[in-house]
């Protein structure tokens, strides 16, 4: 399984800035995920972020509001842009093995006031 | 629309007890199914992973897989506290290209 890190771990943020959060993985794989987590929910997808290409974005995200690098194999980043009290929410990256399994970083806790 | 559904509960069951835990999904193409364990405020941890018809063990761990009722379910044995978490079914589709859908989660809860 791959070893996935992610900063910050959480951050308490004003409304109307921005925060990037990073996803760090131990060994290269193509396909890596962002994910939103409001408490007690379960996930939504936000977008597909596959190197070398744009990301793929979910209905309902877009790319001016949750914008997305991945500059190699073994790292990417979103950016919550502009927030707002209802982007408070745990942000999680994924990967995808082998074997089509997704693997999970420990998650971005993030606090809009 | 495809879809992954599970019960919510919570699921109460006894300490040493056999909990069972179910998911059906909507798409019949669906050819790889995992379970997540998430304990609150952490992130989501895969447990097992199945493809094929029929059962498959890891510890007190078994999978079950019918895909002709389009249903996977999670079984622990001898539970224990720890196992005290949400449980979430997640179901990819055939092509390497299509997403993991993921059920919203059971919540499971050991008592002493």
């Known amino acids: 399984s791959a070893v996935i890190s992610q900063k910050p771990s959480r951050d308490i943020c004003q409304r109307g800035t921005s925060l990037t959060i990073q996803c760090q993985v131990d060994?290269?794989?193509?396909?890596m995920f962002w994910y939103r987590q409001q408490p007690g929910q379960s996930l939504t997808l936000i977008a597909t972020?596959?190197?070398?290409?744009?990301?793929?974005?979910e209905s309902g995200f877009v790319i001016d509001k949750f914008p997305i690098s991945r500059p190699n194999l073994t790292f990417s980043t979103l950016t919550v842009s502009n927030m707002s009290p209802e982007d408070s929410s745990i942000y999680l990256c994924?990967?995808?093995?082998?074997?089509?399994?997704?693997?999970f970083g420990p998650g971005t806790r993030l606090t809009v006031t | 629309q495809k879809e992954v559904e599970q019960n919510s509960g919570p699921l109460s069951v006894p300490e040493g007890a056999i909990a069972s835990l179910n998911c059906t999904y909507s798409?019949?193409?669906?050819?790889?199914f995992f379970w997540y364990r998430q304990y609150s405020g952490k992130s989501p941890e895969l447990i097992m992973f199945i493809y094929s018809n029929g059962d498959k063990e890891d510890g007190r761990f078994t999978a079950q897989l019918n895909k002709a009722s389009q249903y996977v379910s999670l079984l622990i044995r001898d539970s224990q506290p720890s196992d005290s978490a949400t449980y979430l079914c997640a179901v990819k589709g055939y092509s390497s290209a299509s997403k993991i859908i993921f059920g919203s989660g059971t919540r499971l809860s050991i008592r002493p």
């Open positions: 798409d019949r193409g669906s050819q790889s």
């Open positions: 060994s290269q794989v193509t396909m």
């Open positions: 994924s990967v995808e093995a082998d074997s089509y399994e997704q693997y």
């Open positions: 972020a596959n190197q070398g290409s744009e990301a793929t974005y």
